[in-house]
Each structure stands twice: as C-alpha cells, then as structure tokens.
C-alpha cells in the first residue's frame, strides 16, 4: 500500500519537477525539491482528492477557505512566470469605485489608484463592477489584481499596460473591447505623470515588464491584440485563459529588427482558444516560447506562428482544424522562405491533430535550444478537456470552492 500511494505521488509530482526550469536540475536538486513538495503534501490530507492534472488549480481550489489566503495564490505560480510574487507581500487593497476615473489624480479606492502605489498590493473587489477606464491603466511593481469572488470587467475603453515593471499577477477578471488611448496625461506612480501617446487598444500590454503572470482571465474582442509581450519582456506565464472573438490574439516580440527579444520567455498553458478566433495563439519573434496543454477549438488562418528564428516547442496540446481544407495547418512560418525558416526549431511532441490538422515541424532539434523553451511537465493531450475545463474567469463565490 505504501509503495502504491507513493508511485502514485512520484507520478504526480516528477513531471513538473523534471522541467520546472528553463534549463534542466542537477538530480539531486529534483529529489530535494520532490522530497519537499511530497512532504508539504503530506501536511494537507486532503490535496490529491482535487487532483484534476491541473498543477495551478490543484493547488489552491480544493481550498473552500480560498478568501482567508488569497495571497496563497502567488505561491501556486508555473512556468517561466512562475517567480512572479505579485502582491503577495504586501497589504490587501479593497476597490470599492468602479467610475469615476481619473488618469492623472485617482481617487483613493479605484482601481487606478490601487496599481500606481509604489508598495507590494494584492487588489481585490468589494462587489461586482464593470469599470470603463479614460486611459490605459499603467501598472506599478507588485502588483496583483484578483477578481475572484466577485465578477470583474474591464472593458469598452483602454485597459492594462504593464510597461518597465516587474512582478505583475493579473487573475480572475474578464477583459474586453479594449480601445486606443493616448495623447493625455496619465499617472504611472503616486509622484509622477506624463503625457501618453496613442496606446495600440491591447487587452494585456506588456512592454519591457518581467515576471508577469496572466491566469484565468476571459479575453475578446480588443482593437488590436488580447495579450501582447514586447521590447525585452519575458519570465512570463499565460495560463487558464479563454479567449475569444478575436483576430491577432497574441503578439509575442516587438519586430524582426528588435534583437533585444532574443532572450524572451513565455509559457502558455492550459489555456482555452475558443469560437471567433482567427491567427496569431500565439505569433512568435525571437525567443523561447513553450506552448503546452492548451485546447484549440478554433482558428480561421492558423493557430501558432512566428518569424526571426524563435523556437517554439508544442507539447501535449490539442488542435481542432476547422472545416476549410485551406486552413488545416496549425502553423505559419512568417516573412521567411522555406530555405531560411526550415532551420527554425519547431516541434510538437505530444499534440493531438483532430479534423485534419497538421503542425510543420523545422529545424535539428538542439537540445540547447529546447531546454530553453522548456518550463514544466507535459500532460497527456488526452487530458486536455479536463485540464482547461475551468479556463477563463470563475465564479467563485466566499464560502465556496472555485
């Protein structure tokens, strides 16, 4: 019985052990590191009953008393964002105005204001709202806006720019019909404002911002992409997102020119690419980007692509082709001839082709390279739909699991 349960733990845990870094652990490291995983697991009886194959769900929503360690969250982090911390150290910041916003002198309980402060916030909100804002909500470091427990939009004008900052935690909030903003003043810190030139109308906007963590959010319909990441950003993680009703959805490098996004890394995990969604899930320039376990019910163009030699490695994801016969292939090397971009490494491992689909695989496979657009353990693409059931934002209640 012993030796059962504790095969069934190895199981469990080695995968993401194994690959939890971008470049592989010493072995003594990862028994060290399951040993305290194995015996931290032991102290909460309950933990592998939740157990969905899910690692970032299964680590805090088998919790009904979620609301009592909100901060618990930042610890539950995967991937190359997984040392995101957000606001984990800091007060918590209860948001009680949804109106009412002013770009350059915010009141005391918007959610503006909450993000500029120079000290570490977790921001929750005291009620459902929907907040329209004037400008693009420029965010400070340390930050974490945590909309779980009520129902949380940001819409119908500009919405989050996380831009040379650090340590970002966005979660649980619907974000949509995002707008242009610019050419006004806007405060980004509680002693300084400056003029905005016209903002490109993203849903997430991460520009030259490290160790951000974007988790179970809904996006649509944005004037120019959902989640964008550029100009030397990276340690980013986009995971248990639904996104939707959208063209260009994820930009990830700023230009072919722009070099400084060489070593730019991004996770995208367990997210949900559903109905209305035409290319770019992401389209890639430069770095390092590990996609895996993700569910693609629809694409019109194609779903991952790229340009400028990034390495892309598609693992354990699942990919629904839709019914046109000339939109079957779920990749698009970009600007690039054949005899340039077959030298790209490209690969899926794992993947479940469904209606036809077809990845094109390119480049020798170096290891080097891999190990760099590696950042947790694969699931089976069998376990797709149990992973990304719960993508998007939740409707967790206090009281309650999620």
């Keep these: 019985m012993a030796l059962s349960f504790l095969f069934l733990l190895l199981t469990f845990f080695l995968p993401s052990l194994i690959a939890s870094s971008p470049a592989p652990k010493h072995p003594d490291l990862v028994v060290q590191e399951f040993n305290r995983k194995l015996n931290a697991s032991r102290r909460k009886l309950g933990f592998l009953s939740c157990n969905t194959g899910n690692p970032i769900d299964d680590c805090w929503r088998c919790d009904s008393n979620w609301e009592k360690n909100r901060q618990k969250l ?5 991937g190359f964002g997984k040392n995101a911390v ?7 910041y209860v948001v009680t105005e949804s109106g009412g916003d002013d770009p350059v002198n915010p009141k005391p309980g918007t959610l503006r204001h909450a993000v500029i402060q120079d000290e570490p916030l977790w ?34 004008g500009p919405c989050i720019t996380i831009q040379g900052v650090t340590n970002i935690i966005i979660h649980g909030v619907h974000i949509h019909d995002c707008k242009q903003g610019g050419n006004a003043m806007v405060r980004d810190s509680p002693r300084h404002y400056g003029w905005r030139t016209v903002s490109d109308g993203d849903g997430v906007s991460i520009f030259g911002g490290s160790h951000v963590w974007v988790d179970h959010c809904s996006l649509s319909n944005c004037q120019d992409g959902l989640i964008d990441a550029i100009h030397g950003s990276t340690a980013i993680t986009i995971s248990n997102n639904y996104m939707t009703h959208h063209d260009k959805v994820m930009l990830l490098g700023h230009s072919d020119s722009y070099t400084q996004d060489k070593g730019m890394q991004v996770t995208i995990a367990f997210n949900h ?7 770019r899930m992401p389209r890639c320039r ?7 376990n993700n569910d693609y ?11 400028a030699e990034p390495t892309i490695n598609s693992q354990g994801n699942r990919f629904l082709a839709p019914n046109d016969r000339f939109s079957k292939e779920v990749t698009k090397h970009e600007d690039a001839p054949e005899s340039q971009w077959k030298s790209w490494n490209w690969r899926s491992e794992g993947d479940l082709m469904l209606n036809g689909a077809y990845f094109t695989p390119s480049g020798a496979g170096a290891s ?16 797709v739909s149990s992973i990304t059931a719960g993508a998007g934002s939740l409707n967790c209640r206090k009281g309650s699991h999620c």
């Design 74 to 78: 930042a610890d539950c982090a995967i």
């Design 86 to 92: 957000g606001g984990r150290d800091g007060k918590i």
């Design 123 to 156: 921001i929750i909100f005291a009620r459902d709202m929907v907040i329209q804002l004037k400008e693009e909500l420029i965010m400070n470091s340390f930050k974490t806006i945590d909309g779980r427990g009520a129902s949380v939009h940001i819409a119908n």
């Design 273 to 279: 690419f559903g109905e209305g969604l035409v290319q």
């Design 286 to 292: 430069h770095g390092y980007f590990h996609v895996v």
């Design 297 to 307: 019910t629809h694409w019109e163009m194609y779903a991952i692509g790229g340009s």
């Design 368 to 383: 080097s390279s891999y190990a760099k657009a590696s950042s947790l353990g694969a699931r089976p693409s069998s376990l």
